[in-house]
């Protein structure tokens, strides 16, 4: 082979070579590229799906805040409606300022110093434009009036800034008198010795001139910060006594069964007897609403005991007064029951249990 020859064959294979490594290299640099951009995609789009779940979440979480903060908003609302409804002056506060100064008020002091405070501790409690002078003349009072008792009965004509306060009190009235009274005093004699002797002087007695009962009306007035008397307190007289009617079995009478009467009363005897010996757990047996005064009471009899017709066939109606005994003791109590009885599995069972004669 020539020279010539020789050197065309070595430079084709090196530029066969030559190109063969430009070509693996570009290959590498294309899967490196390629790497790249799936890297800047895969954390492009993690970063963007992460700001939306970040966004959505705080989203979430205000619209939930908005809902408790709107909830709240509404129930204040609401309680302020209420308040508004009965009137902040019938509050435990307008009880309280109502009460203290019905103390005040009844309360009068035989001593002219006590009297000129009491007059100036009543002015705070009293709306502006009413004067002390306007609720009570006591000049020609020279006794003392005390406070017993008092106690809240009523409060009426409520609206929204006043409400009147009806107070039951007892008090009682003194008259204040001067007698003559012996006091020991000592004395010096001619002699220089001490004795003891008797001399006359004057001293004030309370006279009690008995005790009244009566009821005292105080308007109250707010602004919806603070309370004062806005009128004259009046009184009234106790109201008469009276009474309500006993709770009574009103069940027609013609509706009693007689028939199975003796059945029925066997049932409660045992009803009753297991009422007090049997806990909760084993009543519901015997009862759908288990009830049980286990170590509590003991059975003791049935008084006044009668049995109607129930609303179904094969139910009745018991109602009677049960003889119960504390535990460990003679003390015995009547209790009145109402029970609606039906026969299930050839065995009565009480579906109603009532703690009433009534109904």
Same mark, same amino acid.
């Given at each position: 082979?020539s ?6 064959g070595g430079?084709?294979k090196n530029?066969? @070579?030559?190109r063969?490594k430009?070509?693996k290299?570009e290959?590498r640099?294309?899967t !490196? =590229?390629?790497?790249?951009r799936t ?7 993690g970063v963007l ?7 959505f @979440?705080?989203?979430a979480?205000?619209g ?6 709107n909830?709240?908003?509404?129930q204040a609302s609401?309680?302020i409606?209420?308040?508004?409804e009965?009137g902040?002056a019938?509050?435990?506060?307008g009880e309280?300022?109502?009460n203290?100064f019905?103390t005040t008020?009844?309360n ?5 110093k006590?009297?000129?405070?009491r007059s100036k501790?009543l002015?705070d409690?009293?709306?502006e434009g009413?004067?002390? &002078?306007?609720l009570e %003349?006591?000049t020609?009072? @020279?006794?003392?009036?005390v406070l017993?008792?008092?106690s809240?009965?009523d409060?009426?004509?409520?609206s ?8 039951r ?8 008198v001067e ?7 000592k004395?010096?004699g001619k002699?220089g010795?001490?004795t003891?002797?008797k001399?006359? =002087?004057m001293?004030k007695i ?19 910060n603070s309370? %004062?008397?806005?009128e004259q307190?009046y009184?009234?007289a106790?109201?008469g006594? !009276?009474?309500?009617?006993?709770v009574?079995?009103q069940?027609? @009478?013609?509706q009693q %069964?007689v028939?199975v ?19 909760v757990?084993?009543m519901a047996y ?5 009830e !049980?005064l286990k170590?509590?009471y003991e059975?003791?009899?049935l008084?006044?005991?009668v049995?109607?017709d &129930? ?6 109606i018991?109602?009677?007064?049960v003889?119960?005994q504390?535990?460990?003791t003679?003390?015995?109590t009547?209790?009145?029951f ?7 599995n050839n ?8 703690h009433?004669?009534g109904?």
């Amino acid at each position: 082979m020539s020279f010539f020859s020789k050197l065309t064959g070595g430079l084709k294979k090196n530029v066969s @070579q030559g190109r063969k490594k430009v070509l693996k290299d570009e290959r590498r640099l294309t899967t !490196s =590229r390629l790497n790249g951009r799936t890297a800047f995609t895969v954390v492009f789009w993690g970063v963007l799906l992460g700001v939306i779940f970040f966004s959505f @979440q705080a989203w979430a979480r205000t619209g939930f805040l908005n809902e408790k903060v709107n909830g709240y908003k509404d129930q204040a609302s609401s309680q302020i409606e209420s308040l508004n409804e009965v009137g902040f002056a019938n509050s435990p506060a307008g009880e309280t300022y109502a009460n203290q100064f019905v103390t005040t008020y009844i309360n009068v002091s035989n001593d002219e110093k006590k009297r000129e405070e009491r007059s100036k501790a009543l002015q705070d409690f009293l709306a502006e434009g009413l004067k002390v &002078g306007e609720l009570e %003349n006591l000049t020609a009072f @020279q006794g003392k009036r005390v406070l017993k008792s008092a106690s809240l009965y009523d409060v009426k004509n409520v609206s929204e800034d006043a409400a009147s306060y009806v107070y039951r009190i007892e008090y009682e009235l003194f008259n204040v008198v001067e007698k003559k009274e012996q006091v020991p005093v000592k004395s010096k004699g001619k002699d220089g010795k001490e004795t003891v002797v008797k001399e006359e =002087r004057m001293k004030k007695i309370d006279e009690p001139l008995g005790k009244k009962e009566q009821m005292i009306v105080v308007r109250l007035g707010t602004d919806g910060n603070s309370f %004062n008397v806005i009128e004259q307190p009046y009184y009234q007289a106790i109201p008469g006594k !009276s009474r309500v009617a006993a709770v009574q079995d009103q069940t027609d @009478q013609s509706q009693q %069964n007689v028939k199975v009467k003796d059945e029925m009363k066997q049932f409660a005897t045992q009803f009753f007897t297991s009422y007090t010996t049997n806990s909760v757990d084993e009543m519901a047996y015997l009862m759908e609403k288990p009830e !049980s005064l286990k170590d509590l009471y003991e059975y003791k009899g049935l008084e006044d005991f009668v049995v109607y017709d &129930g609303e179904q066939e094969g139910q009745y109606i018991v109602k009677t007064l049960v003889l119960l005994q504390e535990a460990n003791t003679g003390l015995q109590t009547k209790h009145p029951f109402t029970l609606v009885v039906s026969k299930e599995n050839n065995k009565f069972y009480v579906k109603q249990f009532k703690h009433t004669l009534g109904g």
